[in-house]
């Protein structure tokens, strides 16, 4: 059997909704009660660490505080905090967000440079810039949490949690949530995690030996070769034959 062959009956078994559930958890089971593109940020931007933890703490939080004041945001969020990050900067993240919410949507926001290039990191530039813009905060949890402007590949953070929540954004099936329509699910970027990168290179998917955003760019241009209009189906079935270490 070729490594297509074992993928897709992999994408074919595991495009259930049942995949993701409490024995089986994803950030993006939070991510599914609301439905929508804010939260489902929010969501991605805390899913690094363990998934327990994840969605323990992505569960704790209130999302109608993206609706509130700076105030009510500050006294419900005071003591909230995930490992890198403080009650600071939770209580920023979710000020930066309302404050966008309020002139524009993601989408929106997203499109305004990605229609013009194709390009996704563009699309992620322009919302990390105008999230600085709007609520100007720094500190090291925060820049790790939100990241900065990316302008070269090699060598650069991977955007594992940009990309994924792109995933989210716009693939449509039973694990994703495909809320926006139009951007291009030939253009994503896979969201490359410890786990997908090493069984990605056990697979001969990927030849980098270096994890960065450049290895996520040449995974995705291998997985084009299965298929050229949506190479990130395969990505959550790679990244459940890595946790689960079937490969």
Known sequence: MSIKEILDREVASRNC?????????????VARKYNDETIAL?????????????VKFLESLDYSLLEKSDREIENALQNHYYRFQTADDVVAIFKALKRLKEVTTLE????????????????????????????????????????????????????????????????????????WNRV????????????????????????RKTYDLQAAIELTET??????????KYDFALYRLGQEKIF
């Open 17 to 29: 909704y049942e995949e993701v559930c409490e024995d089986k958890l994803d950030p993006i089971i």
């Open 42 to 54: 929010v969501c991605s931007l805390f899913a690094y660490g363990n998934v327990k933890q994840i």
């Open 108 to 179: 929106e926001l997203f499109t305004s440079k990605y229609l013009q290039t194709s390009n996704v990191i563009d699309g992620i530039n322009a919302i990390v810039e105008k999230l600085y813009e709007l609520y100007p905060y720094s500190s090291k949890g925060y820049t790790f949490l939100i990241g900065k402007i990316t302008t070269k590949t090699k060598g650069a953070g991977a955007l594992k949690r940009w990309m994924m929540w792109l995933r989210w954004m716009v693939r449509k099936d039973n694990i994703d949530l495909g809320l």
């Open 184 to 207: 291009n699910k030939a253009d994503l970027i896979i969201p490359l995690d410890t786990h997908t990168f090493n069984v990605s290179k056990r697979l001969g998917l990927l030849q």
């Open 223 to 232: 997985l084009k070769e299965f298929d050229k209009e949506d190479p990130l």
